[in-house]
């Protein structure tokens, strides 16, 4: 069965979506009839990814399903993660944010821990995309960044369809900054190493769960801008110190002041002083 296994593989990766199907089933055919766990699981998983791939939304949905809970006891690490990255991804192709950042930092996790390191730098792209939502194009473009190194580095080329997902992603993330502060996400992302940026990702877990308004709204990057306002600091200034453009500084600014309901400049100094940001 790790024969057929790695057949689904790799006429997955060619696009022999077909003579894919037909390995994951003879898979799962092969754990129903013996009870293995393990391949129920893998078999359930790899169905679920040709599904993902035809665009069969509810069928990948069940089969992702029953890996997971295949994967669950006795933890399989394997399907469980890719499993998790798999409905991280259909939840955000409903547009449920929330579960698919849990979801897609829940697979992240269980990789990293396995060391299946292909998987984690897919869970790497998966968050990065998530991130853009979060109106992160920062930490999105350093995430990419690191699993663009990885690849590179171990040699590795993308499925088609993932491929073009990376570089939507990474496109949109460069248009959402200026040159230079694009330039220096994604060097500071591709300095880290595979291991470096799933801890830089999983420590950003929680932050979807902010609230859309108030003090507890500003993502890290738009507190460091509001501390610095408070310090004084002109808008060039601080962009100088946090590598982003002048119009950048504004944008955050905006966002900010919608945010947390302050007048202007002066208020959000004053405010930020009483809250000893």
Not at 71 to 86: A, E, F, V
Request: with cysteine.
């Amino acid at each position: 069965m790790h024969l057929q296994r790695r057949l689904a593989l790799l006429a997955h990766a060619q696009g022999d979506l077909a003579a894919a199907r037909r390995s994951a089933e003879r898979v799962l055919e092969f754990g129903h009839a013996g009870g293995n766990r393990w391949c129920e699981a893998v078999g359930e998983w790899q169905l679920g990814a040709i599904d993902l791939t035809e665009g069969r939304h509810d069928d990948a949905q069940e089969h992702l399903k029953v890996s997971r809970a295949r994967s669950t006891d006795p933890r399989l690490p394997l399907p469980l993660g890719r499993s998790l990255l798999g409905l991280a991804e259909l939840a955000r192709q409903d547009d449920e944010l929330e579960e698919a950042w849990e979801l897609a930092h829940d697979g992240l996790r269980v990789l990293h821990e396995y060391g299946d390191q292909v998987w984690v730098a897919r869970g790497l792209e998966a968050i990065a995309d998530l991130a853009l939502a979060t109106e992160e194009p920062d930490r999105s473009l350093r995430l990419l960044a690191a699993s663009e190194r990885f690849h590179t580095e171990a040699g590795l080329a993308r499925l088609p369809g993932v491929a073009g997902r990376f570089e939507r992603a990474r496109d949109v993330a460069r248009a959402a900054l200026d040159d230079r502060e694009a330039i220096a996400c994604w060097d500071a992302g591709a300095e880290l190493s595979l291991q470096d940026a799933a801890a830089y990702a999983m420590r950003g877990r929680g932050e979807r769960q902010r609230a859309r308004f108030g003090w507890s709204s500003l993502t890290p990057t738009e507190l460091d801008v509001v501390r610095l306002v408070a310090r004084g600091h002109t808008n060039a200034e601080i962009g100088e110190r946090l590598f982003m453009s002048v119009n950048t500084v504004k944008r955050h600014l905006t966002h900010v002041y919608g945010k947390v309901d302050v007048d202007g400049r002066a208020d959000l100094a004053a405010q930020a002083a009483r809250r000893n940001l």
